[in-house]
């Protein structure tokens, strides 16, 4: 298995607090991605990175932001959550750009 | 817009028999699908992939189809094993990083 860890992997919190989710790989690849997964939408891409301290918009990336300092971390923030963005959040990895991905075992963030 | 779309939110059959599952996508510039297979609690796995240079390929129970013309792509799995009993997700991706994803189908084996 990929070394890929989601931390936490629960949590739940209140509208209106910051939220910071972490990704922690071990496979020194290159790209980094953060999907959320909601019943009839399949995964969405968040934002993705390509390299430290490049990163890029995915497809509902509104009322988040990311942040990548080193190769084997990449952080997922919601500045203030709210309740739409309760989800379960999938990190991935891959070593050449999207070809193929492996996932993290998610976190389920539930906001009040 | 949803760009890759499986019609199918689920699917039963009988262990042993044939498991088909579809996906069709729109945007002409996709040119490497691939198939993830998900447990509760668990992120998605790979399972199999094809490159738009191809119309088939195989990987042990696992065959994936694709039908350019069509923009319509299938996995098969034969035979089917309860182990097989999971969500399947097709994605898409075209000359950028970024995988586009199917709402997913859930696969139910009956033994």
């Known amino acids: 298995d990929a070394g890929i860890t989601q931390s936490p992997r629960h949590k739940v919190t209140e509208t209106g607090t910051p939220v910071t989710l972490r990704c922690h790989q071990t496979?020194?690849?290159?790209?980094m991605y953060w999907y959320r997964q909601d019943p009839g939408h399949g995964l969405r891409l968040i934002h993705y990175?390509?390299?430290?301290?490049?990163?890029d918009k995915g497809e509902v990336s509104d009322g988040y932001s990311v942040s990548r300092s080193k190769t084997e971390d990449f952080l997922l923030t919601l500045e203030s959550a709210t309740s739409s963005q309760t989800s379960v959040y999938f990190c991935?990895?891959?070593?050449?750009?999207?070809?193929?991905?492996?996932f993290g075992d998610g976190t389920r963030l539930s906001i009040l | 817009d949803q760009q890759v779309k499986q019609n199918s939110p689920s699917l039963s059959v009988q262990e042993g028999r044939i498991s088909i599952l579809n996906c069709d996508y729109t945007n002409s510039m996709f040119d490497y699908f691939l198939w993830y297979k998900k447990y509760p609690a668990e992120g998605p796995t790979f399972l199999i992939s094809i490159s738009s240079i191809k119309d088939k390929n195989e990987d042990g129970r696992f065959t994936v189809f694709l039908n350019k013309s069509a923009k319509h792509l299938s996995l098969h799995i034969v035979p089917s094993q309860p182990g097989d009993s999971a969500v399947y997700f097709c994605a898409a991706s075209g000359r950028n990083e970024k995988l586009t994803f199917g709402t997913g189908t859930r696969l139910t084996i009956i033994p």
């Open positions: 496979e020194n690849h290159r790209y």
């Open positions: 991935a990895i891959s070593a050449v750009g999207n070809q193929p991905q492996h």
């Open positions: 990175s390509y390299g430290v301290k490049d990163t």
